[in-house]
């Protein structure tokens, strides 16, 4: 469903780097997002109807539920702990992408660690839950679509990984299905945030 993205040329202050462009895989689905939720779009699963998940309210990870859910055909329910009253005025990004796919969002005042074990407290056999930022272990599958990608070239020209981490899941995944050295730097919280992650 998803093809083999390019990976293109890019020179910044003389450094060359080379860039997979996973912002192509498609219109909608795509970025490592589309690697994370691959598992979900590629199976069947006949007794899911709804698809709930809580972060962020603007997060990339909500927006690419979203469109999952449409092509699924799934309700999709998205809990947050806040939303200002500015965004609720003048939706805009995901947000507002994720509300025309049809997301229903619910702000709940509880802490990330209740947020989270309240959600997860939701779990039917109708419903499936994703965990914030997509830290699934149903990620792996296809992060490992994407280390094949690369591995070879990567290989051939002596490349180190380089990506950012906001959960960790990406690079965790990636550092164990590459055969090269995967570098990131924590984008949320710090390293020692980042380690749990990965532990
Ligand atoms: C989600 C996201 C990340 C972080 O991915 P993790 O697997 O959570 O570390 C990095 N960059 C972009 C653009 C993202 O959308």
Not at 15 to 21: G, L, P, S, V
Not at 27 to 36: Q, S, V
Not at 67 to 76: G, I, R
Not at 127 to 136: A, C, D, K, V, Y
């Amino acid at each position: 469903m998803l093809f083999s993205s390019p990976i293109t040329p890019f020179i910044f202050k003389n450094n060359f780097y080379h860039i997979k462009r996973d912002d192509l895989l498609d219109k909608e689905f795509n970025g490592n997002k589309a690697r994370k939720f691959y598992y979900f779009l590629k199976n069947d699963f006949p007794n899911i109807k709804k698809v709930i998940s809580f972060g962020s309210n603007q997060s990339n990870a909500m927006y690419s539920l979203s469109v999952l859910a449409k092509m699924k055909n799934w309700e999709f329910i998205y809990y947050t702990n806040h939303i200002s009253s500015y965004l609720k005025n003048n939706p805009s990004g995901n947000y507002l992408n994720a509300l025309k796919n049809g997301m229903k969002i619910v702000e709940i005042n509880l802490s990330s660690e209740d947020l989270r074990k309240y959600v997860l407290s939701l779990k039917d056999n109708s419903t499936l839950i994703i965990e914030e930022g997509g830290r699934n272990k149903e990620s792996k599958y296809g992060i490992k679509i994407l280390a094949n990608e690369i591995n070879e070239y990567a290989k051939k020209n002596s490349l180190k990984v380089f990506l950012p981490s906001g959960t960790g899941t990406t690079a965790y995944f990636l550092s164990k299905y590459l055969e090269v050295e995967v570098i990131t730097t924590p984008c949320v919280g710090d390293s020692k945030y980042l380690k749990k992650q990965f532990n």
